[in-house]
């Protein structure tokens, strides 16, 4: 079974530019999360979709930061214009429904100069 | 709100030592997970707890929900150098209805020397 996917593994961009973030959920898994995990730190939730609706995005900084799941497979996460403090690694994860167990993708470190 | 309290820190282990870690929360808890972080991946996840009291081994790996469900521990027996990285306890917040909201503790990072 194909676990989850992410793209692109790296970006570097400059502050004040835009980034977008990809990811492919494992097959049938209804609910996707995108955590920012900050170096020397756990992951922090930033949304969670249930199919194509969101079901938490309180730690979203929406100012900046967007996410979509038009068709409740794959999502993309957006942040426009990047910080210096968005420098993270973005982690996706999937899961079954009614379930707390989470699979993680490889995550997408971002460096924001 | 919440907190996870992981410990130890870091821990520095010669090969086939034994490893123990914890986990301390300042709620209850219905649901414990642990996850091994390598450099440059993704969290995977080692063990899945769900009652007050359970033992669950993985392998070399066993971890345990506390009765008070406060709290859980992980083991790793006779370590090998690819035990190397960061473990994180992880478990649902209370504070919403919907599944999944995990919340993460800080890590214990382990090294393995041989």
């Known amino acids: 079974e194909a676990g989850v996917a992410q793209s692109p593994r790296y970006k570097i961009i400059e502050k004040r530019q835009s980034v977008a973030f990809w990811c492919n959920p494992i097959?049938?898994?209804?609910?996707l999360y995108w955590y920012q995990q900050i170096l020397g730190q756990g992951p922090k939730l930033l949304i969670q979709?249930?199919?194509?609706?969101?079901?938490?995005d309180s730690q979203l900084p929406k100012d900046r930061f967007s996410a979509e799941r038009l068709k409740g497979v794959d999502s993309t996460l957006k942040i426009q214009p990047a910080k210096l403090e968005d420098s993270a690694v973005y982690l996706c994860?999937?899961?079954?429904?009614?379930?707390?167990?989470?699979?993680f993708g490889p995550g997408t470190r971002l460096t924001v100069l | 709100g919440q907190q996870l309290n992981q410990s130890p820190q870091s821990m520095f282990i010669q090969e086939g030592e034994d490893v123990s870690m914890n986990c301390t929360s300042s709620?209850?808890?219905?649901?414990w997970l642990w996850y091994k972080q390598d450099p440059g991946e993704g969290p995977v996840l080692l063990i899945a707890?769900?009652?007050?009291?359970e033992l669950t081994s993985n392998g070399r790996l066993t971890a345990q929900f506390g009765i008070t469900r406060k709290d859980s521990f992980l083991n790793i027996s006779a370590s090998i150098p690819s035990d190397v990285g960061i473990y994180f306890c992880a478990g649902p917040s209370m504070t919403t209805d919907s599944w999944g909201k995990l919340q993460f503790g800080a890590g214990t990072q382990v090294v393995v020397t041989p």
């Open positions: 707890l769900y009652k007050a009291g």
């Open positions: 709620s209850i808890f219905n649901t």
């Open positions: 097959s049938g898994h209804a609910t």
């Open positions: 979709f249930q199919n194509n609706g969101v079901v938490d």
């Open positions: 994860a999937s899961s079954p429904t009614n379930t707390d167990t989470q699979y």
